[in-house]
């Protein structure tokens, strides 16, 4: 078995981190991954109603990155940014024909992106750039049905 297949999901894994700074403010630090898209191949074997399969392929997302001083008035500071990115998928999971036209499936998938090098370009904040390294692993399971 051959097949192509494309994913695509709104996400919400973020990293907030804050400390002190100067004078007892908070220096705030927003990293937000807000959408993941796959395109990749399948390949896989079928044994009777089981096919067990593997997939690799391309994968894109989009970094959200925003900082603030946590001052108020003139002194207050902040930027902002969003960041594109492509990666790579590689996965592999099993898939059970429990009954005519339906079936059931648990998968794995890792995604990397590697590191890059995220610049805030928005805002009155001078902020030096982050290196930001992300790899995402999920797992699925899922009902089909087959028209």
């Known amino acids: 078995m051959v097949g192509l297949e494309g994913t695509g999901a709104w996400s919400g894994v973020t990293l907030n981190a804050g400390g ?3 004078g007892g403010a908070g220096f705030n630090l927003s ?3 807000d959408y993941i898209a796959t395109v990749a191949g399948r390949f896989g074997v079928a044994f ?3 096919l067990l399969y593997a997939k690799g392929g391309a ?3 989009r970094d959200k990155y925003s900082a603030d001083n946590g001052l108020a008035g003139p002194l207050a ?3 902002s940014g969003s960041f594109n990115r492509t990666g790579w998928l590689a996965g ?3 898939e059970w024909m429990f009954m005519p036209n339906w079936s059931v499936r648990a998968e794995y998938n890792y995604l990397g992106f590697g590191a890059i090098s995220e ?3 928005t805002g009155n ?3 030096t750039p982050a290196n930001v390294k992300l790899n995402i692993q999920t797992g699925t399971v899922g009902v089909n049905y087959h028209f």
Do not use: E, H, I, Y
């Open 20 to 22: 002190p700074f100067g």
């Open 92 to 94: 592999g999971g099993v």
């Open 48 to 50: 009777d109603r089981v």
């Open 31 to 33: 990293l937000k991954n």
């Open 59 to 61: 994968a894109f997302t």
């Open 77 to 79: 500071g902040s930027a």
């Open 119 to 121: 610049q805030p370009v």
């Open 125 to 127: 904040l001078a902020a």
